[in-house]
């Protein structure tokens, strides 16, 4: 598939999404989704791929999903052609996901940053859910994910008021993991994304499905599972290279079995 609203570049073993409609403050319409997934696709088929960074622009993350491709549509066709269903694609990849957020990050482009495992904003980054403003609500997991990071006070006053948040309320909330200087923004998701890289494969999945679980299950059911799977990581080479190396007080060289 050869993509036109998105670009793809790989560094090692990191690849890098910049989604690429500047001219719509990179509006994230059906066919961006569908390139997204097909990109999400080839990262899981490939060994060789450890790590993804989704981006945008200096100007926007995302401004949203696509208004414009929105606004015809009633309530039945809605449901039918289960508009935006093809979201539910990216927080279904079990390798890691990166976002790295500069500019606008509303409705749509929230939702998709909080869809990836965590996000690193620039200081020029601006949350929102403004849906509210359109006569609708969120509908990529806004009232969901963002209650989870931010709490139920904050997620309100957002999603009713359609109020953005800057970096810095980004990061005291913990919506994001860290704030970097905006010309830092690529430096700093490729030094976290080749660090992770570097890491067994397996050990990572294993970790982000663990910590995944804790918004899906009870305490005492997460910790079995975090548990089982951390039993389960005695069963790859990677764990006795691993121990070995810090044993031997060298790094390790993680096969990924
Ligand atoms: C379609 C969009 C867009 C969007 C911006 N554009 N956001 N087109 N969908 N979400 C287009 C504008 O129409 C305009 O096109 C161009 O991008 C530049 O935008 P301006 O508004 O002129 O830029 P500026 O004045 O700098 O304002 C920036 C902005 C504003 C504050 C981000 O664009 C804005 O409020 N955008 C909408 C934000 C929003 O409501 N997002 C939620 C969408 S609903 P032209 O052709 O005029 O140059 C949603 C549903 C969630 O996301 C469900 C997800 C699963």
Redesign the pocket.
Known sequence: MAYETIKTETRGAVILVTLNRP???N??NRQLIAELSDALDKYEADPDLRCMIITGSE??FA????????QPYDSVTAYVENL?GE?DRIPRTRKPIIAAVAG?A????C?LAMMCDFIIAADTAKFGQ??I??G?M?????TQRLTRFVGKSKAMDMCLTGRMMDADEAERSGLVSRVVPADELLGTAFEAADKIADMSLPAVMMTKEAVNRAYETTMAEGILFERRLFHSAFGTEDQSEGMQAFIDKRSANFQNR
């Open positions: 001219k719509a403050l509006a994230l100007k926007a401004a949203g999903a696509d208004i414009k491709e929105m935006l979201w606008y509303l409705g749509g482009g939702e403004p849906e403003n359109l609708v969120p509908g990529g997991g806004g």
